[in-house]
């Protein structure tokens, strides 16, 4: 994998920063996680604190990156979400989650998508996970819980977004 450099104007950009840190790092996965705060992209608002905030790392980040023809960063964001879907880490799986979650809500919104990181195959391949990730997800009690478990909070998504309904919920 090639190191990359990035315009002037981008160097602006924190979050792109960030990211093209850790892509040369060889380290996108830890920053598209964000459990590891010195890679994670957050705000102070942002609904979770202990993960990347997945709208942030798309909308300042990827897609600015995909404007600007860094394609390979697409390219290997997309690989490491195939990487995740078969992952047996709670957090792993759910922020795959909170990926489709947040196209789906810009989408809605109305916002500028200039690339999807997601196909209808990676969906399919998520939601016939579930059960087997079940017990996993109802067992997580980390910070990202907040009350709820990753399965409940995953089963909210499902039941809120149509592109999970028809790939079958859970």
Not at 33 to 52: A, H, V
């Amino acid at each position: 994998m090639e190191k990359i450099s990035i315009s002037d104007e981008l160097l602006q950009n924190v979050d792109v920063c960030r990211l093209v840190e850790a892509y040369n790092d060889q380290k996108l996965k830890d920053c598209i996680i964000g459990e590891n705060k010195d890679r994670r992209l957050y705000r102070n608002n942002s609904y979770y604190s202990d993960i990347t905030d997945v709208g942030i790392l798309l909308k300042n980040a990827i897609y600015p990156l995909f404007h600007a023809g860094y394609y390979e960063v697409v390219d290997k964001t997309r690989e490491i979400i195939k990487e995740l879907i078969k992952s047996n880490d709670p957090v792993e799986f759910f922020q795959v989650y909170n990926i489709i979650v947040s196209e789906e809500l810009s989408k809605i919104m109305g916002d500028d998508i200039p690339v999807s990181l997601i196909d209808k195959g990676d969906v399919i391949r998520l939601v016939s996970r579930n059960a087997e990730m079940k017990s996993k997800l109802m067992d997580y009690n980390g910070s990202l819980a907040q009350g709820w478990s990753l399965w409940e909070r995953i089963n909210m998504m499902i039941n809120e977004y149509d592109i999970f309904q028809s790939e079958g919920g859970i």
